[in-house]
């Protein structure tokens, strides 16, 4: 599977993005997605997930009621949208492709996407 993230750029604190992660080299959407971020000097974090069905979401607590993750497997994309962004939001954000074991864990999914960069100026 090949991803590529997208969506990502500057806004102000208050301010909404929505990043997209398009998949390609693969006929099956039975993956789960997962997002990271990884601000510099720290390291990757999990942001959220959604299973392949779209039904089974999770979310750090850090971005709960502020980010929504969803997916359309017919176009093989999945988004997140990022509302009431903080400066502590700004980081790379990564998309990722896995089998759903240990969706909440960098080391649960097998395919990344090269990073998309969020900026948020207080």
């Known amino acids: 599977v090949q991803l590529q993230a997208s969506g990502g750029g500057a806004v102000q604190a208050g301010g909404s993005l929505r990043l997209s992660c398009a998949a390609s080299g693969r006929t099956s959407t039975r993956y789960h997605m997962g997002w990271f971020r990884q601000a510099p000097g720290k390291d990757r974090e999990f942001v959220a997930t959604i299973n392949w069905t779209g039904h089974r979401k999770d979310y750090a607590d850090s971005v709960k009621g502020r980010f929504a993750v969803s997916r359309d497997n017919a176009k093989r994309t999945g988004y997140l949208q990022m509302n009431s962004l903080k400066p502590e939001d700004t980081a790379v954000y990564y998309c990722?492709?896995?089998?759903?074991?240990?969706?909440?864990?960098?080391?649960?999914?097998?395919?990344w996407g090269q990073g998309t960069q969020v900026t948020v100026s207080s």
């Open positions: 990722a492709a896995g089998s759903g074991f240990r969706p909440m864990a960098v080391g649960g999914y097998d395919y």
